[in-house]
């Protein structure tokens, strides 16, 4: 079971770096943790994806803990366009595994 | 733009009418996955092609819900009889690789009235 658990909301102010945490404990060990982001009417936008080790690209960092029970995305400096819907996905046979993701607020 | 595409972005019906929207994936992306997301709600997986195969549907793909991938490019998804139950966003995603990254289109709306 490809299941993850992500707070409803949070807040961020511009500038500052965005945290968001999310549970995965159910994710097999050999798949890929994705994280996706939505603006309003748009499509999932992928972000970056991490399997046991930290990653790090133009977008953000993800962390994951060494059990693989958990991940943080950061966003270094987060803009007023980085507000969205954040998804945290596991994966099961391909499909990709959704959740409520977080909603995340920047502020000015 | 090489991205996903996906046509039309918004269709209006009445219902029990037919619909039938059309996605075009990443040229020489080898897998095509459908989701449908309402409101509020994280998209959900319907079904999958690899090239021209469709190897996975969902259980909520119902007998009036049918998608084609003929030569492994484009996928046309067909619901026939619609229902206000079907109103929401379709989306197409597409993948190459083992890492399964998918790239999402914009979506089409569907409203059923």
């Known amino acids: 079971d490809a299941k993850t658990t992500q707070p409803p909301s949070m807040d961020c102010a511009e500038g500052r770096a965005a945290n968001l945490p999310c549970n995965h404990s159910?994710?097999?060990?050999?798949?890929?943790v994705y994280w996706y982001r939505q603006i309003h009417s748009q499509g999932p936008q992928y972000i970056i994806h991490g399997l046991k080790n930290n990653e790090t690209n133009e977008m953000a960092s993800l962390i994951i803990t060494e059990d693989r029970k958990s991940s943080t995305l950061i966003l270094p400096h987060a803009t007023l366009r980085d507000t969205a819907v954040y998804y945290c996905?596991?994966?099961?046979?391909?499909?990709?595994?959704f959740g409520q993701g977080t909603e995340l607020s920047v502020k000015p | 733009d090489t991205g996903v595409s996906q046509n039309p972005r918004h269709k209006i019906t009445k219902r029990g009418q037919n619909v039938t929207f059309r996605c075009d994936p990443i040229?020489?992306?080898?897998?095509l996955y459908w989701y449908r997301q309402t409101l509020g709600q994280g998209p959900e997986f319907l079904t999958y092609f690899q090239n021209e195969a469709q190897l996975e549907k969902s259980r909520l793909l119902s007998d009036r819900f049918s998608a084609e991938r003929p030569k492994g490019s484009f996928s046309t998804l067909e619901i026939q009889r619609t229902e206000q139950g079907d109103s929401a966003m379709y989306l197409c995603a597409s993948s190459l690789g083992t890492k399964n990254i998918q790239y999402f289109g914009a979506g089409t709306r569907l409203s059923v009235l």
């Open positions: 040229s020489e992306h080898n897998r």
């Open positions: 996905i596991g994966s099961q046979g391909g499909k990709l595994i």
């Open positions: 159910t994710i097999s060990g050999n798949e890929y």
